[in-house]
């Protein structure tokens, strides 16, 4: 397909470039030519170049001058918290850390000890006489002589 008889899918995929100066030579005239009569084409050529100045332009916002001081401020506050909340929660020492989670460990292992103790007392865990008599009526051998 000749360069003159470009179509809309092929002119799109130019125009940005088009807009932007980087399109030059035969290709840049078959794209100039097409978007001549074609609406379309000649509309979003016109939004690409006007979206092109605006990229162009060298604006830059005014930041405050408090601004800098005021993020610095901020951010040391933050980590004054942070280390105020470690110190409170990990003793001072070489293994502080460390002495933190075994008494975590022994507080955990001492309430699964009540709750087992309890719950043996309770019969809720250990053998149970009717499970054993359903198991046997199904032909299951226990071991112990435990299917009397």
């Known amino acids: 397909m000749s360069m003159m008889t470009m179509k ?5 995929l130019l125009l940005v470039s088009l807009a932007d100066g980087a399109l030059a030579g035969a290709r840049a005239e078959a794209v100039r030519a097409h978007v001549a009569g074609c609406v379309r084409c000649r509309e979003e050529l016109a939004q690409l170049a006007a979206d092109a100045e605006l990229l162009r332009r060298d604006e830059k916002p005014e930041v ?51 709750w087992l103790g309890t719950a043996l007392a309770r019969g809720i865990v250990g053998p149970q006489q009717g499970l054993n008599d359903r198991l046997v009526q199904f032909g299951v051998e226990l071991p112990n002589g435990e299917d009397q």
């Open 8 to 12: 809309c899918d092929e002119v799109r």
């Open 64 to 114: 405050p001058v408090y601004l800098g001081s005021r993020i610095t401020a901020r951010i040391r506050e933050r980590q004054r918290q942070a280390r105020s909340w470690l110190a409170a929660a990990a003793p001072v020492g070489q293994h502080g850390l460390s002495r933190v989670m075994a008494r975590v460990a022994a507080v955990v292992l001492v309430a699964v000890g009540v």
